[in-house]
């Protein structure tokens, strides 16, 4: 049993989620009143139809032929006004549903692109999709049908007390039987809920994430003829949510059970006490038929309010999910306007790339991955970062991209107008990348150029795959550039993904070029005449580049070694 404490650190939690929610929601203000509106018109029009089919019982039933066309009018135009309005309020549901989905799925990934990426990368794309797809399909649906369902059954709950206060207070307190049983519960379902949705989506989480993984990587695991072990890898993380979903239908099944039962015996005491007052010629017929009605009712919409909890608490935890991502630290772009002032004389001149006694460390690391480092290159020039994998080449090229920040020392670009500025998010505009694993898209290859540069030409594309000596193969395909590359573009072989990716960095006409292992699937001419063009092409451009061939150092204007202890040094090449 949990403990006070636990209880009130659970409650402060869901409550932080709830108002986080209800932040979130305010935007979609109008359209959960609109859903209220209806919801609430409804449910009186539900009640009206009781009452008027009261009245209509005891016409008939005194044969008072002056009321009862004018009660059955009364009742069936209450009943038809309210299968109108449930229509209505279904189409306001859809539409509003699939805009409001829509856009929160819209504004949690745009939270991911712009996070800072050493935050955003700690997540597994498994995970970040679950949170975008599951989380926000519970979200979107408490929007739509949560919160306007909670006005909707208090003033059902009020409007059927109200009418059996009226008629009989007695009945009112055989309808409040199941308070003691329902407020027990709740205590018992709030604690269980959070446990099992939290675990449920933790476990989707991990399910999509290693579908992502073995899709991605089916090459890989047919090579190794590891098929059959990843196929009951599967099977023990769905069979680990089978249990987990069971156990969590077991609960719900016992708690439903023990609330129908208590529902029963209230609805039997509500119908034994309105046969009594009926035997006693206290009510009539048709209040006895209110009656019958009104009790059900009244029991149901204090179930329901009751019940509303445990979807409270899903709603919470999915909302807890979307939180933890939407609260990550942003990119900043305080330096886009000094950026965009360089740009000009960065474009026309180039510019210089100076590293000063930086260190870092990974937020997950302890000690640094390079530290106290220092470099320069100029407009021009061409600098190689070698050393063993791992010793943090890559890092360096991080920094460089703005993807993360240094612990310490000073990283900053400056043209020749001795303009300068921090490297930073601001300052990509003047970097293109070639990474060193395989980052095409699918879609053709222009479309893939075009990443960098949506209005580029026909001519172009084709100076840029030229560069690369790319133009070649490309020429030859049956479709040219119109050709699709597929995911991963398993279609091509490494070498010419890598060229393709070398067209698209040169297609941006960056000052900087950041290349990264970028011609290790190429043969020793093949490189050789890509890196010549390179040089060529741009007088200008600053290379920074990472390399395990010898054969590029002859390229490079100054090497530097990084050691495994994380320091920097110039070496001859």
């Known amino acids: 049993m949990k403990k006070p404490g636990e209880y009130a650190a659970l409650l402060r939690s869901l409550t932080k989620e709830w108002k986080w929610l209800l932040r979130y929601v305010s935007k979609y203000r109008l359209q959960i009143f609109l859903y209220v509106v209806i919801g609430v018109l409804s449910t009186a029009m539900g009640?009206?139809?009781?009452?008027?089919?009261?009245?209509?019982?005891?016409?008939?039933?005194?044969?008072?032929?002056?009321?009862?066309v004018k009660s059955a009018c009364l009742a069936i135009g209450l009943a038809l006004t309210q299968i109108l309005i449930s229509s209505a309020t279904s189409r306001v549901a859809s539409v509003v549903g699939t805009k409001v989905s829509n856009e929160i799925r819209s504004n949690v990934y745009e939270h991911i692109v712009f996070s800072r990426w050493e935050d955003i990368n700690k997540y597994h794309s498994g995970d970040l999709l679950n949170r975008i797809e599951g989380d926000v399909s519970a979200l979107s649906s408490s929007i739509i049908s949560f919160i306007p369902g909670v006005f909707t059954k208090v003033t059902q709950f009020i409007g059927c007390l109200a009418v059996v206060l009226y008629y009989d207070p007695i009945m009112a307190l055989f309808a409040f039987m199941s308070t003691p049983f329902l407020a027990l519960t709740s205590r018992i379902s709030a604690k269980m809920m959070r446990k099992y949705n939290k675990e449920s989506r933790e476990m989707n989480g991990k399910i999509l994430s290693f579908y992502s993984e073995s899709i991605q990587n089916i090459q890989t695991i047919k090579a190794f003829d590891i098929t059959k072990r990843y196929v009951n890898q599967l099977r023990d993380y769905l069979f680990a949510y089978r249990k987990l979903r069971l156990d969590h239908g077991k609960f719900s099944l016992l708690m439903t059970m023990g609330l129908s039962v208590i529902g029963l015996i209230v609805s039997y005491s509500c119908y034994g006490w309105g046969v009594w007052r009926l035997w006693q010629g206290a009510i009539t017929y048709g209040t006895m038929t209110l009656f019958l009605q009104i009790s059900g009712q009244l029991t149901s919409s204090f179930s329901a309010l009751v019940s509303l909890l445990p979807t409270a608490i899903s709603i919470a935890t999915a909302a807890g999910r979307i939180m933890e991502i939407t609260e990550l630290?942003?990119?900043?772009?305080?330096?886009?306007?000094?950026?965009?002032?360089?740009?000009?004389?960065?474009?026309?001149n180039g510019v210089?790339?100076?590293?000063?006694?930086?260190?870092?460390?990974?937020?997950?690391?302890?000690?640094p991955v390079v530290k106290d480092i220092s470099f320069y290159v100029n407009p021009g020039e061409t600098i190689a970062l070698v050393g063993p994998s791992g010793e943090g080449k890559t890092t360096i090229l991080r920094l460089i991209l703005g993807l993360i920040e240094p612990d310490s020392g000073k990283l900053v670009m400056k043209t020749c107008d001795n303009d300068e500025i921090r490297v930073s998010e601001s300052t990509r505009r003047f970097c293109s990348y070639v990474p060193q694993e395989n980052a095409i898209f699918s879609g053709c290859i222009a479309d893939n150029l075009r990443i960098v540069k949506p209005e580029a030409t026909y001519d172009e594309l084709k100076t840029a795959l030229k560069t690369a000596d790319a133009w070649g193969f490309v020429e030859r395909l049956p479709d040219g550039m119109d050709t699709q590359?597929?995911?991963?573009?398993?279609?091509?072989?490494?070498?010419?993904?890598?060229?393709?990716?070398?067209?698209?960095?040169?297609l941006g006409e960056a000052p900087v070029l950041v290349m990264d292992e970028a011609t290790s699937a190429l043969d020793a001419h093949t490189e050789e005449t890509v890196l010549a063009n390179i040089m060529k092409s741009y007088p200008n451009r600053t290379c920074v580049i990472t390399t395990h061939r010898p054969s590029m150092l002859k390229y490079c204007d100054r090497v530097y070694r990084v050691d495994e202890e994380g320091n920097l040094q110039k070496i001859d090449n």
């Open 329 to 348: 630290p942003v990119e900043g772009h305080e330096d886009d306007l000094k950026a965009e002032k360089m740009s000009d004389s960065a474009d026309k």
């Open 47 to 68: 009640l009206g139809a009781s009452v008027a089919s009261k009245y209509l019982i005891d016409s008939v039933v005194t044969h008072n032929n002056d009321t009862i």
């Open 352 to 367: 210089a790339l100076t590293c000063e006694n930086l260190t870092y460390t990974y937020p997950d690391g302890e000690v």
């Open 485 to 506: 590359i597929s995911e991963k573009g398993i279609n091509f072989s490494e070498g010419q993904i890598q060229r393709i990716s070398i067209a698209r960095a040169l």
